[in-house]
């Protein structure tokens, strides 16, 4: 770590760059796409004008920020790895250094648990749940009559959390315009689709809590899937982020809606989420994407998402004030 910080509730530099994004006021955009590698990042990025971003910074801790215009439209795109505690990390630490309303996207790569929905699916959420492995089921002083009584069960499972209505639809109009022709070498000939109004899980591994099996571990999930499946009907894709960024954006309007009447409301705006998930694994027949139909998919999705947030209207007033990115 180089630069000196301060405030040990909410460490930022002299500056008021944070500690672990490391962007400060001006270099991140109201309109943010947030994706788990930096080279779908980078991908996306080439779509700016320019073909190019004009702010570019890839923190010590590995979160990448790249923010350009696309048709002239401010939009940031950060890559912030994997998992629900970077989700934690990348919206506190960007809602600090943007003023005004935010509508964060995330798109990212899932699995599909519909044979309806393969390889060159392309799934706009409406809502999303959380997984979280219950770790005292676990625990070495948890009974046999504690686990097979079902006092204390392996997962926990959230009430489902909505994505922004207008994002959703937004979302899902770019991607039906912009869909691409099938290709004889990709998706086995087959047509890509989008499809939306589907419910997400978000889990906290990729393996024990969306249901694979490891027999060097105790998972306790054999039928995770199909309770999961039993309980929500519109269940089609789990993945690993979704649920926190709707959470957090509802915990942040949240603390907007609760100042009382006539007190002053915070500087900063709301925040509007939306997912775009693409299929790379297709949990009912075990295929899994290549790396050219990751390609096509991020492409498509990726100019799809810019074209999205470009048309999901910001109010000015309620955009950042200071429109340079450097
Ligand atoms: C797991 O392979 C990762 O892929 C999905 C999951 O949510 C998790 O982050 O998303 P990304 O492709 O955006 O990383
Ligand atoms: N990402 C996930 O979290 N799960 C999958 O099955 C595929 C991508």
Redesign the pocket.
């Known amino acids: 770590m180089k630069e000196v910080l301060s405030n040990a509730n909410f460490p930022q530099d002299a500056q008021g760059r944070t500690y672990h994004v490391a962007t400060r006021a001006s270099q991140v955009a109201n309109r943010i796409i947030t994706?788990?590698?930096s080279v779908r990042a980078r991908r996306i990025a080439e779509c700016f004008d320019g073909g190019k971003p004009i702010f570019e910074h890839m923190s010590q801790r590995n979160f990448l920020t790249l923010t350009g215009t696309y048709k002239g439209c401010p939009i940031s795109v950060v890559a912030i790895g994997?998992?629900f505690s970077v989700v934690d990390f990348f919206v506190r630490e960007c809602r600090a250094v943007v003023e005004g309303e935010m509508i964060i996207v995330r798109l990212?790569?899932?699995g599909s648990l519909r044979p309806d929905y393969g390889i060159g699916t392309v799934v706009v959420p409406k809502t999303s749940i959380g997984i979280s492995r219950n770790y005292d089921y676990f625990h070495p002083a948890t009974t046999a009559q504690e686990r097979s009584s079902g006092a204390i069960e392996p997962y926990t499972v959230t009430k489902p959390l909505d994505c922004d209505d207008e994002v959703h639809d937004k979302l899902l109009a770019a991607l039906a315009a912009k869909q691409p022709k099938a290709e004889a070498s990709l998706f086995n000939g087959e047509s890509v689709k989008a499809v939306g109004n589907t419910t997400n899980a978000s889990a906290d591994s990729?393996y024990g809590s969306q249901g694979r099996t490891d027999p060097s571990f105790l998972d306790a999930n054999a039928n995770l899937i199909d309770v999961l499946q039993q309980r929500y009907r519109e269940l089609s894709t789990l993945?690993?982020?979704t649920f926190v960024l709707n959470h957090l954006a509802a915990s942040a309007n949240a603390a907007i809606d609760s100042v009382p009447a006539g007190q002053p409301v915070p500087q900063k705006g709301r925040i509007r989420t939306g997912a775009v998930q693409m299929i790379f694994a297709n949990r009912t027949n075990s295929a899994f994407i290549s790396p050219d139909e990751c390609h096509k998919l991020e492409v498509w999705a990726g100019e799809s998402v810019l074209e999205a947030l470009r048309n999901v209207d910001i109010p000015k007033e309620r955009l950042h004030p200071n429109g340079v990115w450097d």
């Open positions: 994706v788990g590698d994997m998992g990212g790569s899932c990729f993945e690993m982020e």
